[in-house]
């Protein structure tokens, strides 16, 4: 590295979190600035809620529930195949709903086979959804959204109960990013996702990570938590970007930031298969969890037997979820300018940056972190080159 980029301390940063954010930065930091990175995580292992990792019987399955890779950014694939090859995997899920199990998102055969039509065409499914749409002027609300495309019966059937249980909120009191996530199709296309790249990193995310992080400049610590060293992180390193929860960083100076939580129970069962896709929706309510995930789907994997995992919402827990409606926008947007005034500190990710990001999203918030330091770092010294790894 560039001596005018390296103070005489012993790390030129410190990142906070292992996940994508926090990882991506690392690799890039190292890998282009010849930076000295110290990364560590309070979890035992690298990855963040991607990690995957092989349980007893040898699946491999995902500790933080079901991490499916899928984007329309090239620059983002481009960017993580140097660290993996892909498995193509094209998501389905189906839901239960009424004792069947019909695809969701909601297509022509969800309606063909709730409710007994024969809908033939794009355009007949298009008229019957209409006729049963009751549009909304102003959308605003994750019930908005579902009920001005398919009407109340089919919100109640698959939103209403589904997200009261993931959320702990009625969807009228959720953002309608939520439910918008979830399209309503008209063909027979049952796949979850419309995007262009959808895959699985070929032997699982945890050893992509590893890849990305073997490198004598980076120093990876699991188990150490950010307070063990807050008070002496300056003595340590000149620049800290964290990934955590952007209140706690703050010491919850404005009160709770509201993140949702799951508990997943993992279950190994002595047959080859469980469900005849990789996840099934529960949207009733009277069923306390959300959805259960099958791995080998994801990974190909065989094996005589198979994991599952429940996920069970719950207040309480590992903050996953930024929870997006009005007012906790409102609350983080007071902590983010508390964070833009912290000039040592970079605040990026799903949790510093308080939003519902998929992992691509986050992949190129990373890059793009990375980008307005690369430039802040050449002002500075320009014109000294800056020297690769
Ligand atoms: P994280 O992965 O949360 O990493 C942050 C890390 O920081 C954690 O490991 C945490 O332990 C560590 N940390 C926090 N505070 C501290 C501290 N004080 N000291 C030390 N370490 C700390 N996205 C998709 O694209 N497809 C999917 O199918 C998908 N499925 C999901 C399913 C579930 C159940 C969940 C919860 C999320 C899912 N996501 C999915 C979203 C995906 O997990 C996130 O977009 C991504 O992991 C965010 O990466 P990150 O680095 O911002 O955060
Ligand atoms: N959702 C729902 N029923 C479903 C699937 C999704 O109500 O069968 C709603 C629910 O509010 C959920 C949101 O749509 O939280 C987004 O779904 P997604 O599958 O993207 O959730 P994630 O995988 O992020 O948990």
């Known amino acids: 590295m560039n001596a005018a980029f390296r103070g005489d301390r012993r790390y030129d940063y410190l990142i906070v979190g292992a996940g994508f954010a926090g990882s991506i930065l690392a690799e890039r930091l190292a890998s282009q600035h010849g930076a000295r990175v110290l990364l560590i995580d309070r979890r035992p292992h690298i990855g963040g809620n991607a990690y995957d990792e092989p349980n007893e019987a040898g699946i491999l399955y995902h500790k933080y529930g079901p991490h499916i ?4 950014s090239d620059a983002v694939v481009d960017y993580l195949s ?8 094209e998501h ?16 022509r055969t969800t309606l063909n086979l709730l409710f007994d039509l024969d809908l033939q065409t794009d355009e007949q499914a298009a008229e019957y959804l209409a006729s049963r749409a009751e549009p909304v002027d102003e959308i605003r609300t994750s019930e908005d959204v579902v009920v001005n495309a398919v009407g109340q019966e089919l919100y109640e059937l698959f939103f209403r109960g589904y997200t009261r249980k993931q959320w702990g909120l009625d969807p009228s009191e959720l953002d309608k990013q939520v439910t918008s996530r979830i399209p309503t199709r008209t063909s027979t296309d049952d796949r979850y ?24 400049l980076i120093e990876v610590r699991t188990g150490v938590d950010f307070a063990e060293l807050k008070d002496t992180a300056h003595e340590l390193a000149d620049h800290i970007i964290y990934t955590g929860p952007i209140d706690e960083y703050f010491d919850f100076r404005f009160g709770k930031l509201p ?18 896709v990789a996840v099934v929706n529960y949207p009733c309510e009277e069923v306390p969890f959300t959805r ?5 789907y994801l990974t190909g994997q065989e094996s005589p037997v198979t994991t599952i995992t429940y996920e069970y919402p719950s207040a ?18 007071k902590y983010e300018a508390l964070a833009d005034a912290t000039e040592d500190v970079t605040f990026v990710g799903r949790l510093a940056t308080y939003r519902y990001y998929n992992m691509d999203q986050i992949v190129g918030q990373a890059l793009a972190t990375f980008r307005r330091i690369d430039e802040k770092v050449k002002e500075r010294h320009e014109p000294a080159a800056v020297a690769a790894e």
Do not use: C
Not at 69 to 72: C, R, V, Y
Not at 92 to 107: E, K
Not at 292 to 296: L, M, R, V
């Open 316 to 333: 309480e827990g590992d903050p996953y979820y930024p929870i997006p409606r009005p007012e906790n926008q409102e609350l983080f947007k």
């Open 92 to 107: 389905r899920v189906l839901a239960f709903v009424r004792g069947q199990l019909v695809p969701i998102p909601i297509n």
């Open 259 to 276: 993140y949702r939580s799951l508990k997943f129970d993992h279950q190994t069962l002595e047959q080859e298969r469980f469900q005849p």
């Open 82 to 89: 140097q660290f993996t090859e892909w498995r193509p995997y």
């Open 292 to 296: 259960i995930s099958e791995y080998k």
């Open 69 to 72: 890779f899928h984007t329309n």
């Open 193 to 216: 996702f419309s995007d262009t790249f959808q895959a699985m990193p070929l032997n699982g995310y945890t050893a992509m990570f590893g890849k990305m992080l073997d490198r004598p």
